[in-house]
């Protein structure tokens, strides 16, 4: 497994999924060359989605593309982690994938019965997602040699720290590392991370996609100069909360995009958007009126 995923954004319109815009979405992505979908993680706003959403996105998803597809299975309720598991393997999942048990800081004992009870449940690879910022856990290498080593099914990682020094840890385990965060997409390439799972790849698909081939190709500075362009266009984000930045940028940057799904998180509002509008005239781009 290797490649550009994109780590799908799903709108929201008037409180309901926006399946026209995530359908053209799609459509798009597929269209710009992304080699898959990772749905359900952070940037489709995953916790917050009902079983039947999840259940509408996926549909929605696979009538538009013939891409391979990672799903992410957490919920608060194990009943609902099965079930996204079970609609994962009726979509044609290659793999599943789980951030730790959160809120209660887990031991190294919770992480081993929590992904040994996942790798019951299915026969589909899984994968663990990293991303202690938003758990406040870190699955270190070590950590994950040692579930490897208690007999715990580990296939990869995909690791969100923007920490090389962490993914070079998870690459000399010999399991297949995607690097999460994307002003380390080329960096981590470049130390055996087999691709990423992007949010930015929402935004700029065809710029991911060329900085991939660029790096496979030898064409280092030319994959350095996309690379830069993705991280600048990804600060323009920072100042806001959840995910809603990217929801924008897409809006601005490609097409009509539904927003976040309230009162979880929240839309920015017109000058917050008027602000990465502004942000991205300075960077040379052409946002939409």
Known sequence: MEGIFVALAIPFKNGKLDTESLARHVDSLT?????????????????????????????????HTNKQLIVHVFSFDWNEVVETIRLAERFGAIAISSIPPIYYKPDYETLRRYYTKLSEAT???????????????????????????????????????GDITQIMGHVRLGITVLNGADSTILPALMVGAKGCI???????????????????????????????????????????????????????LRYDFGTVKEPYLRPLSEPEVQRLRDGLIRLGLKPRA
């Open 198 to 252: 992007s949010a930015m790849a929402n935004v700029l698909p065809e710029v991911m996609r060329s900085m991939f081939d660029d790096f496979k190709a030898g064409r280092l500075q030319s994959a350095m100069e996309k690379q830069d362009l993705i991280a600048r266009v990804r600060e323009l984000t920072r100042d806001y909360p959840g995910v809603d930045g990217y929801y924008k940028l897409v809006h601005l």
């Open 31 to 63: 269209k710009a060359g992304v080699d898959g979908f990772y749905p359900f993680g952070t940037t489709s706003q995953g916790p917050y989605l009902t079983i039947e959403e999840r259940r509408i996105a996926l549909e929605t998803i696979m009538k």
């Open 123 to 161: 026969k589909l690879p899984i994968y663990i997602y990293n991303i202690p910022q938003n758990t406040g856990f870190n699955v270190t290498p070590d950590l994950v040699a040692k579930l490897i080593s208690d007999g715990v099914k580990i296939a990869g990682v995909k690791d969100s720290t």
